[in-house]
């Protein structure tokens, strides 16, 4: 069986790596010559719309999926007319527009920030009367890991921020004063079963994830499953899927949804019993869902900009190293690591100076 993937950075890689033990087999198509998951797969090199190479794709992969959701919603549509593609391309142009999105999440009865679209200088303003300050100003197209985000303070702050999305399609969403930030994921097979993991409390600076902690027994739960079940149920998705959320005084209010692996679910892969690469695999092959049950206390550290020395990370004996085979680059995703332990002190403990290990190397 041989599962294709558009994209080959990190999380095609991390797939690929799930999928080898049940004897799997990949092809990717990624623009990138040193893609990070070149060495696990077949590397289809060129653009995500060159025609040959989708063809080439099409005729070799037993079913395709994609690992982040700015693959053009045409190139999975074509796709899907010569294979199977999961998830469908629905999810994927649902979640390219934020402001689709964002309707979605209110027709489906998800509730979200107070939000309006924004195509000239004029609506913004008119936006931001109603809406308030402090603002935040968003793409609707494209945009990842705070890029294409402008904040709004005051009146003063609007003519800068247009100008710098370029007269580019946009949406003004109001800030929203949660408690935190959270996330769930979930994989739905074709027949409708659905395994839920458990919420993810979530750290960012800058735009960026920096940590994310499994947090068993949660109060929250229960409404972000009922929330994401919606989504997979209104979409008829297959794969994992992340919903992001802010906890609002034990409310939940969507932020936004990733049709496929995400970042806050990475502690999975030592942390869960079924890591989420290896449960989308199993979806899309609509195989039996693997448990998600948390084995001990877990959590996922980001490394921004270059990777820990190997040895000094490993003296930590509580933690797993993943490096993605990416050059350093100053904000970019280059490795984690895991950190698992039944012994919530000994966790704390080694969470706390792995969080410091990874800022002190973010900056410098």
């Given at each position: 069986?041989?599962?294709?993937?558009?994209?080959?950075?990190?999380?095609?890689?991390?797939?690929?790596?799930?999928?080898?033990?049940?004897?799997?087999?990949?092809?990717?198509?990624?623009?990138?010559a040193n893609a990070g998951a070149a060495g696990l797969s077949e590397h289809l090199h060129g653009a995500y719309d060159d025609p040959e190479l989708l063809a080439q794709l099409a005729a070799k992969a037993d079913v395709v999926t994609y690992e982040f959701?700015?693959?053009?919603?045409?190139?999975?549509?074509?796709?899907?007319?010569?294979?199977?593609?999961?998830?469908?391309?629905?999810?994927?142009?649902?979640?390219?527009?934020?402001?689709?999105?964002?309707?979605?999440?209110?027709?489906i009865g998800i509730g979200t920030a107070p939000y309006a679209a924004v195509d000239n200088p004029r609506d913004l303003?008119?936006?931001?009367?109603?809406?308030?300050?402090?603002?935040?100003?968003?793409?609707?197209r494209m945009g990842y890991d705070g890029k294409g985000q402008m904040v709004l303070k005051s009146e003063a702050d609007l003519e800068p921020a247009?100008?710098?999305?370029?007269?580019?399609?946009?949406?003004?969403?109001?800030?929203?004063?949660?408690?935190?930030?959270?996330?769930?994921?979930?994989?739905?097979r074709p027949s409708g079963d659905i395994a839920f993991y458990p919420l993810s409390e979530n750290q960012h600076s800058g735009g960026i994830l920096r940590v994310a902690r499994a947090c068993r027994d949660d109060a929250e739960q229960a409404m972000a499953e009922d929330y994401v079940r919606r989504l997979l149920e209104e979409l008829d998705y297959v794969g994992v899927i992340?919903?992001?959320?802010?906890?609002?005084?034990?409310?939940?209010?969507?932020?936004?949804?990733?049709?496929?692996?995400?970042?806050?679910?990475?502690?999975?892969?030592?942390?869960?019993?079924?890591s989420q690469f290896e449960n989308h695999l199993r979806a899309i092959l609509d195989l039996p869902l693997g448990s998600t049950q948390t084995r001990g206390n877990a959590a996922m550290v980001n490394f921004i900009g270059g990777p820990p020395d190997t040895q000094e990370l490993l003296n930590f004996p509580h933690a797993h190293l993943h490096l993605y085979d990416k050059a350093p680059r100053k904000g970019r995703k280059v490795a984690h690591a895991?950190?698992?332990?039944?012994?919530?002190?000994?966790?704390?403990?080694?969470?706390?100076?792995?969080?410091?290990?990874?800022?002190?190397?973010?900056?410098s």
């Amino acid at each position: 069986m041989k599962v294709g993937i558009l994209g080959g950075g990190q999380l095609a890689r991390m797939i690929a790596l799930a999928g080898y033990p049940l004897g799997l087999k990949f092809i990717v198509l990624d623009p990138d010559a040193n893609a990070g998951a070149a060495g696990l797969s077949e590397h289809l090199h060129g653009a995500y719309d060159d025609p040959e190479l989708l063809a080439q794709l099409a005729a070799k992969a037993d079913v395709v999926t994609y690992e982040f959701e700015n693959v053009p919603a045409h190139v999975a549509e074509f796709l899907t007319s010569h294979t199977l593609v999961y998830p469908p391309a629905k999810a994927l142009a649902v979640a390219q527009d934020r402001l689709l999105e964002k309707d979605f999440f209110n027709r489906i009865g998800i509730g979200t920030a107070p939000y309006a679209a924004v195509d000239n200088p004029r609506d913004l303003r008119t936006a931001l009367a109603s809406i308030g300050y402090p603002a935040i100003l968003k793409s609707r197209r494209m945009g990842y890991d705070g890029k294409g985000q402008m904040v709004l303070k005051s009146e003063a702050d609007l003519e800068p921020a247009w100008h710098a999305m370029q007269d580019a399609p946009s949406i003004v969403e109001g800030f929203v004063p949660f408690q935190r930030e959270v996330s769930i994921i979930a994989a739905r097979r074709p027949s409708g079963d659905i395994a839920f993991y458990p919420l993810s409390e979530n750290q960012h600076s800058g735009g960026i994830l920096r940590v994310a902690r499994a947090c068993r027994d949660d109060a929250e739960q229960a409404m972000a499953e009922d929330y994401v079940r919606r989504l997979l149920e209104e979409l008829d998705y297959v794969g994992v899927i992340a919903l992001e959320l802010f906890d609002v005084n034990g409310r939940l209010l969507a932020n936004e949804f990733a049709p496929r692996v995400h970042n806050s679910g990475h502690w999975s892969i030592e942390g869960s019993e079924t890591s989420q690469f290896e449960n989308h695999l199993r979806a899309i092959l609509d195989l039996p869902l693997g448990s998600t049950q948390t084995r001990g206390n877990a959590a996922m550290v980001n490394f921004i900009g270059g990777p820990p020395d190997t040895q000094e990370l490993l003296n930590f004996p509580h933690a797993h190293l993943h490096l993605y085979d990416k050059a350093p680059r100053k904000g970019r995703k280059v490795a984690h690591a895991t950190v698992r332990s039944d012994d919530a002190e000994v966790f704390a403990g080694t969470l706390e100076q792995l969080s410091a290990l990874a800022q002190r190397i973010d900056n410098s």
